[in-house]
């Protein structure tokens, strides 16, 4: 169960890093909001 979560975060920090590379400070925003 904690395995999952953990992919899960990974998934999303490596589709962030994604998104900011290409619209950067406004997706930023986005991810901490």
Do not use: P, W
């Not at 589709?15 to 619209?23: A, D």
Request: hydrophobic share 40%; proline share 0%; net charge positive.
């Amino acid at each position: 169960m904690l395995n999952v979560e953990v992919s899960k975060n990974q998934i999303a920090i490596n589709g962030s890093s994604l998104i900011r590379r290409q619209t950067g400070h406004a997706a930023r925003r986005m991810d901490f909001s």
